[in-house]
């Protein structure tokens, strides 16, 4: 795994876009009309820029997977925030659907695991089918980042058929959100760095 650079921002970006763009909480947060597939990739572009100014976007070696993990004590600078928050607002969701994200994502961050731990974002590959690879390299990047740093993993996902896997990896399900508002169920995950 290397750090991701501005050289290899666009190859990041398909991968994630491939991997993402069916996503249910990705499709929660974009608006739904024509400009969809370019709103998914403003969301994307902006997750992908947030991780990297928290030194925690990295691409697989074969270009092909891609994980936003950071420490979650890492902070964003307020004038970088409210950039991205005017982006998103302006090009992804749409100034009219914003409070209902927000308050969304208030109640996710009250959620989520609160002591210090690698914050697992984003894991994506291009090829679900050839990726397997990837998904190694991705898998023993992670696990080795959280063992030297003595940091357990926390991680959510709206997709249910993830969860099986990351049993199987050793994670397990500290709280489940089912919001009849959003038709969505989010499962919190953590992985102890010793597991």
């Given at each position: 795994?290397?750090r991701?650079?501005?050289n ?77 928050y ?27 695991y609160?002591?210090?731990h ?78």
């Open positions: 795994m290397k991701i650079t501005t290899e921002k666009a190859v990041a970006l398909k991968v994630l876009n491939a991997a993402f763009s069916a996503n249910p909480g990705v499709l929660y947060v974009a608006k739904k009309d024509i400009n969809l597939l370019a709103r998914i990739d403003v969301l994307l572009a902006y997750c992908l820029h947030i991780a990297m100014n928290k030194k925690g976007a990295f691409i697989s070696s074969d270009n092909k997977g891609v994980v936003l993990i950071f420490d979650s004590h890492e902070k964003q600078s307020l004038l970088d925030g409210l950039r991205g005017i982006k998103l607002g302006n090009d992804c969701i749409g100034w009219d659907r914003a409070p209902k994200i927000i308050l969304r994502q208030r109640k996710i961050l009250k959620m989520r609160k002591p210090r690698v914050y697992c974002w984003m894991i994506g590959v291009e090829d679900h089918k050839n990726g397997l690879t990837s998904i190694r390299e991705m898998r023993d990047f992670i696990f080795d980042l959280s063992s030297r740093k003595q940091l357990p993993i926390g991680a959510e996902t709206t997709m249910s058929e993830n969860l099986s896997l990351y049993k199987r990896y050793g994670f397990s399900i500290y709280k489940t959100w089912e919001s009849t508002q959003d038709n969505m169920t989010t499962w919190f995950i953590k992985r102890e760095h010793n597991a």
